[in-house]
């Protein structure tokens, strides 16, 4: 298969294809059960060959790892477990000669409890400069004793920890997490500089981690459900940020993409103002069940909602934080919701399995950005992790109810036969995370010799998304269709069609029938849970 060309036009991000590595799981270069960036770098071609367009990075800086990353000591540094930084300017390198685009992962919210600002203000003490970037206050009750507010946590448990000398400081996420203070200029300053520092290291993007969390009330007053505005929830001074970040950015040509998980649509589109951000993960279509009249809903509103401020949509399945799309759309409950994770939901993993398959075509036709996200183009189900493995502190802070986030962060099946299906350490030494016994049918060598497997399915859609025109940025009209058929059209007579009843469905009148995600009916039909392209 030939390299994907780098882009179609200068506005690569509107419709580009992006594969999102969880590099802890991705390889393992040097063999200790971790993935690094000599594991990418390795298998790079795999993405190359796969067609995607760019490749998202969840951190791969310096960091203790409560959170898996996201606690980051040290921007301008490369983790020791995943590398050095001449080993990331490499990849990335390497990266742009096989035509993909690299985009980065920056945390603002918060930084690591070991980061150096921290430590400084940790030591200065009450009252000091180094305390102001971050919120530290005096406690509430006689004593102190109680949190400074009643905030929420985005973890479930306290936003606050107390520190020896009295004070408390906030974190809405772990305590090892503490958030930063975006009312003060080092903040703002530091931030653009490491923006900077990656641009010019040739990185095509960055991902905003928590995008709209990072102003928060003036006087941290408590929090009153149903009052507006929330908090620490998308305050209008946020904004502020992002027409100053999109300025850095359009010196080096970057762009940005948020994780903004905003329920209402025009507060959400204010993050892409064409002099802020250029696009945010759609995590209203994420969430949304198998259901053709949620799913037609979702769309709709999805393209409304971008149209006036003309910005591209982008369409989600899964990420490293929610459940693998194979589980959950074989689940009775199809919907993805953190609230409600159990362990033991049971899942027909065939049904979802077919779903997926649909899901990958349908959004791969719809206007706009797709992100896959490592295993997507596998297939791979959620895992169970045995209780005494868990690493996830979402699951910890839930008191051990909810199962965390570690199902969908399992190290990648690369080769059947291998010790840890290839993914790199030596017999003897095991992943991070533990893979289940039955993952060899979904290794990456079986699947390539399977004309019927997931990835043969990823491969074959993205050529076509690539070199048949009609898809990515545009327009995209509904035409009709039997109860519980989604059916589009796109320019050039591409037609796109999910069956999502319970009944065969009669294809439209075409041409071509491009590609299908499953077996067709003997008599010319599309059976329930199953999508095709066609050219009329
Ligand atoms: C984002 C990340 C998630 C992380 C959290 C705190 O939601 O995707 O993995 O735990 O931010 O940084």
Not at 180 to 187: A, E, F, I, Q, R
Not at 229 to 249: G, K, N
Not at 340 to 348: C, H, I, L, Q
Not at 451 to 459: A, D, E, F, H, V
Request: proline share 9%; aromatic share 10%.
């Amino acid at each position: 298969m030939a390299a994907p060309s780098p882009s179609r036009t200068s506005d690569w991000w509107r419709d580009a294809v992006i594969y999102q590595v969880y590099p802890r799981s991705f390889a393992d270069g040097d063999g200790d059960g971790t993935g690094d960036l000599a594991g990418v770098r390795a298998r790079l071609p795999h993405l190359a060959a796969l067609g995607v367009d760019a490749v998202w990075f969840t951190p791969w800086y310096d960091s203790p790892m409560v959170d898996g990353g996201y606690d980051v000591a040290d921007y301008r540094a490369v983790d020791p477990a995943f590398g050095t930084l001449d080993e990331a300017e490499k990849l990335i390198a390497e990266a742009a000669a096989l035509g993909l685009r690299v985009i980065v992962d920056i945390v603002p919210n918060h930084v690591s409890d070991q980061h150096a600002w921290f430590r400084e203000a940790l030591a200065a003490g009450p009252g000091s400069a180094a305390r102001e970037r971050f919120h530290f206050r005096p406690g509430r009750g006689e004593r102190g004793e109680l949190p400074p507010n009643d905030w929420p946590s985005q973890f479930s448990g306290s936003t606050w920890t107390r520190v020896p000398d009295g004070e408390w400081y906030l974190h809405l996420f772990t305590p090892e997490q503490p958030d930063l203070n975006w009312s003060h200029p080092d903040v703002r300053r530091e931030h653009e500089e490491v923006l900077r520092f990656w641009f010019e290291r040739g990185v095509a993007g960055v991902r905003v981690d928590s995008a709209a969390l990072l102003t928060k009330d003036p006087d941290l007053r408590d929090f009153t459900e149903g009052v507006d505005p929330h908090p620490y929830i998308d305050l209008d001074e946020i904004h502020d940020v992002y027409r100053s970040w999109r300025a850095v950015a359009d010196e080096y040509g970057g762009v940005f993409v948020g994780e903004v998980w905003l329920p209402d649509a025009e507060r959400f589109a204010r993050y892409l103002r064409p002099d802020e951000l250029h696009t945010a993960f759609n995590f209203t279509f994420l969430a949304c069940p198998w259901e053709p009249d949620r799913l037609r809903a979702t769309i709709d509103s999805t393209l409304a909602e971008h149209a006036p401020v003309h910005a591209p949509a982008t369409w989600v399945l899964c990420n490293h934080d929610v459940t693998r799309t194979a589980t959950r759309y074989g689940r009775a409950d199809t919907a993805f919701d953190f609230a409600t994770k159990r362990f033991g939901t049971p899942a027909d993993l065939e049904l979802g399995t077919r779903r997926a398959r649909a899901a990958a075509l349908l959004t791969l036709a719809l206007p706009g950005s797709v992100y896959v996200y490592q295993g997507e183009e596998l297939g791979l189900p959620e895992a169970d992790i045995p209780l005494d493995r868990i690493q996830d502190p979402m699951h910890f802070r839930s008191g051990g109810t909810d199962p965390g986030r570690d199902g969908c962060r399992v190290p990648l099946p690369w080769e059947a036969e291998a010790p840890s299906y290839g993914f790199g350490p030596p017999p003897g030494t095991e992943p991070w995370l533990p893979q289940p016994a039955d993952w060899a049918r979904y290794a990456v060598d079986r699947q390539l010799a399977d004309p019927g497997s997931m990835l043969t399915l990823y491969r074959t859609a993205l050529e076509l998304r690539r070199t048949e025109r009609g898809f990515g940025d545009g327009p995209m009209d509904w035409i009709p269709a039997a109860d519980g058929v989604l059916a589009f059209t796109r320019d050039h007579g591409l037609t796109c069609v999910v069956n999502l009843s319970a009944e065969p469905a009669t294809l439209p009148p075409h041409t071509a029938l491009l590609l299908v995600s499953g077996p067709m009916g003997a008599d010319g039909t599309l059976p329930p849970d199953t999508a095709a392209w066609l050219r009329a």
